[in-house]
């Protein structure tokens, strides 16, 4: 009964409270993107269910819940009604290691953020298994493209991550934050550096979680949907929560490894506040770029992985351990 | 202190390693070969760790880091050569690589 | 039984469940469902290695087997759109009872010698002093860099050399003996497998021309 003395209930526990609330955080994400991209647009967006549309995200599962279970002819079963949900558990799991204040935390794991990476990694395998199950030309295409991008795109990603890494000396989530909370966020400290690791992170999470100007795996205009073309009902809806949840852990990461997690500028508000504040900053931002950039050329967005990003990282990875070792006390 | 006793550990490691060993021996496709070499790998792995463990060497870690980069390495270049052969055959399996034998 | 007892035979249940399910009939068929279930044995490897406290090790192996690997490999079979072997495999064969007698021996071997040599075997305790950093990320590095320093340098050179080597085999002007013509792209092959269930029955003549043939059956869709 050791692991249990050493948290193993408390982390379950903990566990399903931050599922709960991160899904339902991600159900009303979806209705604040589409306020916020209708407000873009000069249009009201939702606004019959409920006040503003409030329940919109209700609506919308029990409307994915009645629709018809349907399975394309010639594709493959198993692999096409296993990869949803894959896809929505490996959302899910990195939520798992993600502190939001210095006690809210399921699984303060000492390598949480290569776990986050390592999950985040890992997501090419259902997103891939999806495209190619579904005997669909679409969907196939769709899915090397993602997983060309997601693989050139995981190494500025991880490059990045690693930068803070060196310059704070560990890998728990919480280490990083509480080395920020003494030295400075990595943003501003030291001076240049953190903050272009900052948006090369950024970028990079961008084309992880697919998002404009990433979205070529599922561009519209091409190739109806990617991946999820022919999938229906609520199998179509996890690949679409584990989209939006995707994008809220990768901020909650952004927000921890660069902007100093639950540190804020004056303490008597509990760090949680902080943290979420930062992280619905970082995701609105994400939805912001989305409704207003448009879409690069697969080799457009290759080409600036692999010229620019990585290159860029590596430098900095650099000159962060040049910096630990000569500068830093 | 764990509690699972050792050669419960060196077992299971033994197991996979033949599970492995068996898929060498009786596939003949070469994608089936090369998954069954890294379960081997693996067993390997689950040996050293255990014994890190049971002797608070790290250095069976580092052991099993460098089998994890021999593996990926392995699997990159066996990947390349299954194209390369699959573009010369049209087939994956070993028994057509027999272009010596003519 | 604690709970650290109960999570490994769980784990290594699975694990090793997993991989025979990879070689045997139901899944072990088809090289793709093969692939997703050694996949699955990865994760509870994974597991297993959090279990002896080697928790960067854990999260390599998710990220290098499961992540990097078996990307490459459910790539490739794809790809090359490899079907279910339905190919006539005799049943028994010398190499599978030489497998299964080999494989028996190594496992009764272990068991039995390394049962009795290890049977007294204690754990060192890792709450006592000098171990407390044990498989933690620091430690690994740490030793990494100091007293297996060479062996990493080799191995990046190693990791150099199996890039390198993998991009150039994999490249399309290498000129082999009696080369046939180019292989048929992945849409061309989607027709090249209806082009020979139609002709089942022929032999391998039936899919040089296949390609050929997927040609002009797309073209005459334009």
């Known amino acids: ?156 990603l991880v490059l990045t991550s690693m930068v803070a890494v060196v310059f704070t000396g560990t890998m728990s989530l919480s280490g990083i934050v509480q080395f920020q909370m003494a030295h400075g966020w990595l943003i501003y400290w030291p001076p240049g550096p953190g903050i272009i690791a900052f948006l090369l992170f950024y970028m990079a999470l961008l084309a992880e979680s697919n998002r404009i100007p990433f979205d070529i795996p599922e561009a519209e205009s091409e190739l109806v949907a990617g991946i999820s073309t022919e999938y229906t009902g609520m199998k179509f809806g996890m690949f679409y929560v584990a989209e939006y949840v995707h994008t809220m852990v990768g901020s909650a990461i952004a927000a921890l490894i660069f902007l100093g997690g639950w540190d804020g500028p004056f303490h008597w508000l509990p760090g949680l506040h902080w943290m979420v504040a930062k992280t619905v900053i970082l995701f609105v931002s994400v939805y912001w770029v989305r409704w207003t950039l448009l879409r690069f050329r697969s080799d457009q967005l290759m080409r600036l992985c692999w010229l620019y990003l990585v290159p860029m990282s590596l430098a900095l990875l650099v000159f962060a351990a040049v910096w630990v070792t000569y500068f830093a006390a | 202190m764990t509690s699972i006793p050792l050669h419960h550990l060196l077992t299971l490691g033994a197991l996979l390693f033949c599970i492995g060993f068996i898929g060498v021996l009786t596939r003949r496709n070469i994608l089936i070969l090369l998954m069954s070499i890294e379960v081997m790998l693996n067993a390997v792995n689950l040996t050293l760790l255990a014994f890190a463990r049971y002797n608070g060497a790290t250095e069976g870690q580092v052991l099993a880091f460098f089998i994890i980069a ?10 390349a050569m299954v194209l390369a052969m699959f573009r010369l055959k049209q087939d994956v399996h070993i028994d057509t690589m027999n272009l010596l034998k003519r | ?178 080369r046939p013509e180019p292989p048929p792209s992945v849409f061309d092959q989607e027709h090249a497998h209806e082009h020979m269930h139609t002709q089942s029955g022929t032999d391998h003549a039936g899919d040089t021309h296949a390609p050929h043939d997927a040609n002009a059956h797309a073209a005459s869709h334009h």
């Open chain 1, 1 to 156: 009964m050791d692991l249990i003395q050493h948290g193993f209930l408390r982390g379950i526990a903990y566990g399903l409270l931050i599922i709960t609330v991160v899904m339902t955080a991600t159900a009303w994400g979806m209705w604040l993107e589409r306020k916020i991209a209708a407000q873009m647009q000069n249009r009201m967006g939702p606004m019959f269910v409920g006040f503003h549309g409030l329940l919109q995200p209700v609506a919308d599962m029990l409307k994915l819940l009645q629709k018809e279970d349907i399975l394309p002819a010639g594709a493959d079963d198993w692999l096409f009604n296993l990869a949803p949900i894959l896809t929505a558990l490996f959302a899910i799991a990195t939520a798992a290691v993600v502190p939001w204040s210095a006690q809210i935390v399921a699984s303060d794991l000492d390598v949480g953020l290569l776990w986050v990476l390592a999950l985040g990694g890992i997501m090419v395998v259902p997103v891939w298994m999806a495209g190619w199950a579904s005997n669909n030309k679409f969907a196939l295409i769709g899915g090397m493209r993602a997983v060309a991008q997601s693989v050139s795109y995981g190494v500025p």
């Open chain 2, 70 to 79: 021999v593996a990926a390495a392995e699997a990159a270049v066996g990947l």
């Open chain 3, 1 to 178: 039984m604690t709970t650290e007892q109960i999570l490994f035979y769980i784990l290594g249940g699975g694990a090793v469940a997993a991989s025979a399910a990879m070689l045997l009939p139901p899944l072990g068929k088809s090289p793709i469902h093969s692939a997703i279930s050694l996949i699955v044995s990865f994760f509870f490897l994974a597991g297993l290695y959090a279990l002896l406290s080697a928790h960067l090790l854990g999260a390599l192996q998710i990220i290098v087997y499961a992540g990097a690997v078996m990307v490459l490999f459910t790539f490739v079979i794809m790809l090359l759109n490899l079907r279910p072997d339905e190919t006539q495999e005799p049943r028994i064969t010398a190499g599978k009872v030489l497998a299964g007698v080999l494989a028996a021996f190594v496992v009764g071997k272990v068991v039995t010698v390394v049962g009795l040599a290890s049977a007294g075997a204690k754990a060192v305790d890792l709450a006592q002093p000098g171990y407390e950093n044990f498989g933690s990320t620091k430690e690994v590095g740490y030793m990494l860099y100091t007293s297996f320093l060479v062996p990493f340098e080799l191995i990046s050179v190693l990791l150099l050399v199996a890039a390198v080597g993998a991009v150039i085999l994999a490249k399309k002007s290498l000129h082999y003996v009696d």
